[in-house]
C-alpha cells in the first residue's frame, strides 16, 4: 500500500486496507456512489476529509474476460501506484490535478486488482455535466486551453483527456483528473511533445464533438473550440492547429 499519512491520520492505523473497501465508508455512513466512466468510483465524506475512492476497472473488449483484473507484471507497473506516483509528483509542482491519499493492490497468481483514493475537487463538475446545461464563455474555454498547455510544458502526457476529466468549480478554477495511463515525457523530444501534445487535443476535441452532439449548437463550436487553443498559445505553446 501507498498512502500519506499526512492526510489519513489515525485512519491509516485504525482502518489499514478497509480504507479501500465501500463497506467500510458505508458502515460509517460516510458514501455516496458516483458515476465515473470505467472505474468504479465513491465519493468519501468523512469529516473534514473530502475524497474518491476508485476502483480500476477494464474498458473494450478485455472488460468482457477481466472485468478489474489485470496481468502482474512487478509493483512498479501496478497501475494505481503508477498514478499516485504521478499525481504526487504533479501536485508537488504545483500542477492543477487532485492530490493522492492511498493506493493499493491484491494479487492473485499473476493477475492482480487495485484501488486508488485521492482528494476530491471541492465544488467542481465535469466540463461535459456544465455544457449540457449552459454555454461556456469565451473566458473559461481560454482557461481550459491554458490550464492544458501548463501540462504539456511540464510535459504531462494525458492517456485520456476527455470532457469528462476537466473540471471546472463555482469559481471558474479548471482541473484535470484521471491519470491511469498518464506519463512525464521525456523533456528533450521536441519533435515527440508535438506528437503526442497534439493526440491530446485531438481526443479532447473529439469528445466535446461527442458530448454536444444532441446539445444546442452553441454549448461546442469552432469559434469554442479556437479560443481554448488560443489560451492553449498564450502559454507559449504553439501546438493544436
Not at 153 to 167: E, M, R, S, T
Given at each position: 500500500?501507498?498512502?500519506?499519512?499526512?492526510?489519513?491520520?489515525?485512519?491509516?492505523?485504525?482502518?489499514?486496507?478497509?480504507?479501500?473497501e465501500p463497506?467500510?465508508?458505508?458502515?460509517?455512513?460516510?458514501?455516496?456512489?458516483?458515476?465515473?466512466?470505467r472505474?468504479?468510483?465513491?465519493?468519501?465524506d468523512s469529516g473534514p476529509h473530502r475524497w474518491v475512492l476508485r476502483h480500476y476497472r477494464r474498458g473494450g473488449s478485455m472488460a468482457?474476460?477481466?472485468?478489474?483484473?489485470?496481468?502482474?507484471?512487478?509493483?512498479?507497473?501496478?497501475?494505481?501506484?503508477?498514478?499516485?506516483?504521478?499525481?504526487?509528483?504533479?501536485?508537488?509542482?504545483?500542477?492543477?490535478?487532485?492530490?493522492?491519499?492511498?493506493?493499493?493492490?491484491?494479487?492473485?497468481?499473476m493477475l492482480y486488482r487495485c484501488d486508488l483514493i485521492m482528494q476530491r475537487i471541492?465544488?467542481?463538475k465535469p466540463l461535459s455535466?456544465?455544457?449540457?446545461?449552459?454555454?461556456?464563455?469565451?473566458?473559461?474555454?481560454?482557461a481550459i486551453g491554458a490550464t492544458i498547455a501548463r501540462?504539456?510544458?511540464?510535459?504531462?502526457?494525458?492517456?485520456?483527456?476527455?470532457?469528462?476529466?476537466?473540471?471546472l468549480d463555482s469559481r471558474g478554477v479548471i482541473s484535470v483528473i484521471d491519470f491511469d495511463r498518464g506519463r512525464v515525457r521525456d523533456r528533450g523530444r521536441a519533435r515527440e511533445r508535438g506528437a503526442w501534445a497534439i493526440r491530446n487535443l485531438s481526443r479532447l476535441q473529439r469528445s466535446l464533438a461527442k458530448v454536444s452532439r444532441q446539445l444546442p449548437p452553441d454549448r461546442f463550436s469552432r469559434e469554442a473550440w479556437e479560443?481554448?487553443?488560443?489560451?492553449?498559445a498564450s502559454c507559449g505553446n504553439s501546438l493544436g492547429n
Open positions: 500500500m501507498l498512502a500519506d499519512p499526512a492526510c489519513l491520520g489515525n485512519l491509516l492505523d485504525t482502518a489499514g486496507e478497509a480504507l479501500f463497506q467500510f465508508w458505508a458502515a460509517r455512513g460516510e458514501l455516496v456512489p458516483v458515476n465515473a466512466g472505474g468504479a468510483a465513491w465519493f468519501i468482457r474476460f477481466a472485468q478489474d483484473r489485470y496481468l502482474w507484471a512487478g509493483e512498479a507497473q501496478v497501475r494505481a501506484f503508477s498514478e499516485y506516483r504521478l499525481l504526487a509528483d504533479l501536485v508537488r509542482r504545483g500542477l492543477p490535478v487532485p492530490r493522492p491519499i492511498a493506493a493499493r493492490y491484491r494479487r492473485t497468481g471541492a465544488d467542481a455535466s456544465l455544457l449540457a446545461v449552459a454555454a461556456l464563455s469565451d473566458a473559461s474555454w481560454r501540462l504539456h510544458q511540464g510535459c504531462v502526457d494525458h492517456a485520456d483527456l476527455n470532457a469528462h476529466n476537466i473540471l479560443c481554448l487553443l488560443a489560451g492553449y
